[in-house]
């Protein structure tokens, strides 16, 4: 039963293009007790089907910035080989304190964005 809400939350997340795997990797470590390894590499396979449905719902809806979508995708290719290649040769320990501190980075970023909103909306009411 897990898995189904796992599966459905981490869609939800991921097609609104707000990271579902990093909620899926949260979820199957935290929760279902995978190896980070496992976790991260599960995430990918979850990650394929998902952004293949994100992207045909964004293209039907003309949201997709080609001129920076097409090069970001295409160095990002060889970012994940490169990824994957230092994340096997990584200590599980080590792994999840990268996860940690990404994790980090990305809550400071989301509410220095909400703060930031804030401030914007009150200033021009």
Not at 23 to 41: K, N, T, V, Y
Not at 48 to 71: D, E, H, L, Q, R
Not at 89 to 94: G, S, Y
Not at 105 to 125: D, F, G, H, R
Request: hydrophobic share 50%.
């Amino acid at each position: 039963m897990i898995e189904i809400f796992t599966g459905i939350i981490s869609g939800i997340v991921s097609g609104m293009g707000m990271g579902g795997g990093t909620i899926l990797i949260l979820i199957l470590s935290l929760f279902l007790g995978l190896d980070q390894h496992i976790a991260q590499a599960t995430n990918l396979v979850f990650f394929v089907p998902t952004s293949i449905t994100a992207i045909i719902v964004n293209i039907k809806n003309k949201t997709i910035n080609w001129k920076i979508g097409i090069p970001v995708a295409f160095f990002g290719v060889i970012g994940a080989i490169i990824g994957a290649k230092i994340s096997i040769n990584l200590e599980v320990k080590t792994l999840k304190k990268f996860f940690g501190i990404f994790l980090l980075l990305i809550a400071i970023y989301q509410t220095y964005s909400l703060i930031k909103q804030y401030k914007y909306e009150k200033k021009n009411k």
